[in-house]
């Protein structure tokens, strides 16, 4: 696949945006998860875990994308992944989900930061040193700038990779992760990554 295309640009500005601006001091994204209840050509309304519901401007040219499934089995040594975890009572760091980035994203958002998938979880985006083969899944020894974290990630985890989708997949009963900014009174999407063939996003 060329990452010249339209969609593999598309693909790589959500990668960097939805992970690496995360953290980024100027920009602070806020990051909306949910299940869309309502689909304009000019915005979506999201319907949140916690039952509020947030309306989201999204213009018709907001880029949007979907994730596919891919085996834990084939993650490498050398692989460039987005890892959202939490520590055990054991204190080792547990994936929640992981995303494997396409080459041309290499780089996006490297660290290790909090994140707000869950209570105390953690996003660790870097990359792969070494892999584990455990009982229950796989250890990944993940090395970035200034530090290095083992994630272990069980055999249920989710393991994901951006895939192609537009706006005619942004309906109603889809789940959907959005990237926004805050925007007057309510938000403005940068970018939708949309359920799509029965794959939620799980970052």
């Known amino acids: 696949m060329s990452y010249r295309t339209p969609l593999a640009r598309a693909l790589f500005s959500l990668a960097v945006l939805a992970c690496a601006s995360a953290h980024a001091a100027d920009e602070k994204p806020v990051r909306i998860r949910g299940d869309i209840v309502a ?66 994203a290499r780089g996006s958002g490297e660290g290790h930061y909090g994140w707000d998938l869950a209570p105390d979880s953690s996003m660790t985006n870097a990359n792969v040193d070494a892999v584990v083969t455990g009982t229950n899944g796989r250890d990944l020894k993940l090395s970035y700038k200034g530090g290095t974290q083992t994630i272990v990630v069980p055999a249920n985890a989710p393991v994901v990779t951006f895939a192609p989708a537009t706006r005619a997949d942004v309906l109603p009963g889809k789940k959907v992760f959005v990237v926004a900014k805050p925007s007057g009174d309510g938000y403005l999407a940068q970018r939708i990554v949309v359920e799509k063939d029965g794959v939620a996003p799980p970052m």
Do not use: C
């Open 39 to 104: 689909a304009t050509a000019d915005g979506i309304t999201v319907k949140h875990p916690s039952g509020e519901q947030v309306k989201i401007a999204a213009p018709p040219d907001t880029a949007v994308s979907s994730v596919k499934n891919v085996p834990l089995s084939s993650i490498k040594s050398g692989d460039y992944v987005g890892a959202a975890s939490r520590k055990g009572a054991d204190g080792k760091q547990t994936a929640m989900e992981v995303l494997v980035f396409p080459e041309a």
